[in-house]
């Protein structure tokens, strides 16, 4: 159990346009997801918190506009790019936080590149 | 605010033999802590987590950590290490309160290493 799908896994936009990655949670409801982003040979750095219903939480830094996140169900949130510039390729995580062993599943991450 | 350090960028074992990776906290209350693996490109698996009571935590592939309070350490150990081990290690703490609550703050990693 405790299954987080990423998708998709790599993705090449060009620069200004907008790309959507989706986090599910596949076999438990999640009320809380979170969003990281790791740069290479880096550690993951937590860009937000997604609640469903409610507006994500974003961490120090993070740009809101930019990083649009929608968590409208208990099983899916989606991080959205907008108008993506180059800087903006990294690796981005999900995680759920499962209700009932309090352990948070990750997805298999998405290698966003803009060109 | 809590924070973690793993003070060891990369390691490398030869195969079979033992391993420990480095895990320090700083976290005001009692600390929930984990261990996940990372293989290049892929997201992160979760080793083992503690919580509470016995502080020698069992995990998967036949990793353990043991927490130390008066230390402050969550040091991953693995008595024999398999080539399929090589990959990033991450140790991560969780804020059980406060404006962070539930939210994983992760050290820099370590890579591992595995000579045959």
């Known amino acids: 159990g405790a299954v987080v799908s990423q998708h998709p896994s790599r993705v090449i936009c060009k620069s200004g346009t907008s790309v959507k990655i989706e986090c599910r949670s596949l076999?438990?409801?999640?009320?809380?997801m979170f969003w990281y982003r790791q740069f290479p040979k880096q550690s993951l750095m937590l860009m937000a918190t997604?609640?469903?219903?409610?507006?994500?939480?974003?961490e120090q830094g993070v740009e809101k506009d930019k990083f649009l996140i929608n968590h409208a169900s208990l099983t899916l949130s989606t991080l959205t790019v907008t108008s993506a510039h180059p800087e903006d390729s990294s690796f981005y995580i999900c995680?759920?936080?499962?209700?009932?062993?309090?352990?948070?599943?990750f997805g298999s991450g998405t290698r966003l590149t803009v060109v | 605010a809590q924070s973690v350090t793993q003070p060891d960028i990369h390691i490398t074992v030869s195969e079979g033999a033992s391993l420990e990776l480095r895990c320090n906290y700083s976290?005001?209350?009692?600390?929930?802590l984990f261990w996940y693996v990372q293989s290049p490109g892929q997201g992160l698996q979760l080793l083992l987590k503690?919580?509470?009571?016995?502080?020698l935590v069992q995990g998967i592939k036949g990793f353990e950590a043991e927490f130390k309070r008066s230390q402050s350490s969550f040091n991953l150990r693995k008595p024999s290490v398999h080539w399929s081990d090589a990959a990033e290690y991450f140790c991560?703490?969780?804020?059980?309160?406060?404006?962070?609550?539930?939210?994983?703050?992760f050290g820099q990693g370590t890579i591992l290493t595995v000579h045959p």
């Open positions: 995680s759920a936080t499962h209700p009932e062993n309090y352990g948070y599943t």
């Open positions: 076999d438990f409801q999640a009320t809380t």
């Open positions: 997604s609640n469903e219903g409610s507006k994500a939480t974003y």
């Open positions: 976290y005001g209350a009692t600390p929930y």
């Open positions: 503690y919580f509470s009571g016995d502080t």
């Open positions: 991560a703490v969780v804020s059980a309160g406060g404006t962070s609550y539930g939210k994983l703050t």
